[in-house]
């Protein structure tokens, strides 16, 4: 009997189906944030994993550094943090994340404690415009 019998395969491949559906929505990354759009344009691919901090709508900080990145930090666990992955390495990109409807203030007060912990530059993170539409004659 020469043939092959592929239903253990296909059994393999529904399991490993099943797995990945199960598993990617748990691979985002950060905090659901409402960026502002602006017509900035991208920077160029960063040479270190950059430090990304996010203020939700509440005001709430979140930063991409330790084991628990989905839960808020206060601000001196933020900066602590903040001020050792910079300590290692200068170049690390600071990027902050702030939601549209946060107070100016809070954002603020946000980039002077990076400051402080040691970021020389902040980069704020937007949402692409949309294309213009065109017009017809």
Do not use: C, W
């Not at 100016?104 to 912990?117: E, P």
């Amino acid at each position: 009997m020469g043939e092959i019998n592929v239903v253990p395969y296909i059994d393999v491949m529904l399991v490993l189906l099943i797995i990945f559906m199960v598993t990617a929505p748990l691979l985002t990354q950060g905090v659901q944030v409402s960026l502002p759009k602006a017509g900035a344009t991208p920077l160029p691919d960063p040479k270190h994993e950059p430090i990304v901090v996010s203020l939700d709508r509440a005001g709430r900080a979140y930063v991409n550094l330790g084991d628990e990145k989905s839960r808020p930090v206060d601000e001196a666990t933020l900066a602590e943090r903040v001020r050792i992955v910079l300590g290692r390495d200068r170049e690390t990109p600071v990027l902050l994340k702030a939601d549209e409807n946060l107070a100016y203030g809070r954002v603020i007060r946000t980039m002077v404690l990076l400051q402080k912990a040691g970021a020389s530059k902040v980069g704020f993170v937007t949402d692409p415009l949309a294309p213009p539409k065109a017009v017809a004659p």
